[in-house]
């Protein structure tokens, strides 16, 4: 019930802000619209505070492709990727071990900061895809991915620069997790 709440009111902002604009709203916008709802619910007697975590992806032309986690009380920080929910930290590591590719060899820090020192490389679509299942098999409790069991979701800018959301079929999930299992029978992990 919180979560639907809280995405009706990111509903009702989107929208009265493309009625105002006549353009998408900003995702940061959009987020910080959303955790100011959840921070005020933690401010007053009598009511109770929302119990949600939210991970929000988007793009918009200024600042390209971005990743937002917000947590219960309000706070949200933006990430390069991140993992929230039941043993996050076991997804996390393994993130810091095999997402993208340092340019200069700098610390294993994820999280968006200026001064953060060297860019990490994102990966390609098939690469971004095949770590998801990898942190999911990792954080998942005793169920092996299947696509029954989870769903992989796109976002890419076409040729003409536009953002196209996909979300990938039975069998096009059913070939990156078999990539997957296969890439971890060679190299040996459980």
């Known amino acids: 019930a919180d979560?639907?709440?809280l995405i009706d009111q990111a509903r009702l902002r989107a929208g009265r802000?493309?009625?105002?604009y006549q353009e998408p709203i900003p995702i940061e916008n959009l987020v910080e619209h959303v955790c100011n709802y959840k921070q005020a619910y933690t401010q007053y007697g009598g009511l109770r505070p929302f119990g949600v975590a939210f991970l929000f992806a988007g793009y918009d032309e200024t600042h390209g492709f971005?990743?937002?986690?917000s947590d219960p009380s309000g706070n949200y920080s933006g990430w390069k990727a991140t993992v929230i929910g039941a043993n996050n930290?076991?997804?996390k590591s393994l993130l810091k071990t095999d997402y993208g590719t340092k340019k200069e060899g700098g610390d294993d820090d994820m999280k968006t900061d200026e001064a953060a020192g060297p860019e990490i490389e994102m990966p390609n679509v098939a690469e971004a895809c095949r770590l998801a299942v990898k942190v999911l098999n990792k954080t998942m409790d005793g169920a092996v991915a299947s696509p029954e069991k989870l769903e992989l979701f796109v976002m890419s800018l076409d040729e003409d620069g536009k953002c196209v959301h996909k979300t990938l079929s039975e069998e096009e999930a059913k070939a990156v997790i078999a990539e997957v299992e296969a890439e971890t029978a060679a190299a040996g992990d459980t």
Do not use: F, T, V
């Open 17 to 20: 802000y493309e009625y105002q």
């Open 3 to 5: 979560a639907n709440i």
């Open 66 to 69: 971005q990743l937002y986690q």
């Open 89 to 91: 930290q076991a997804g």
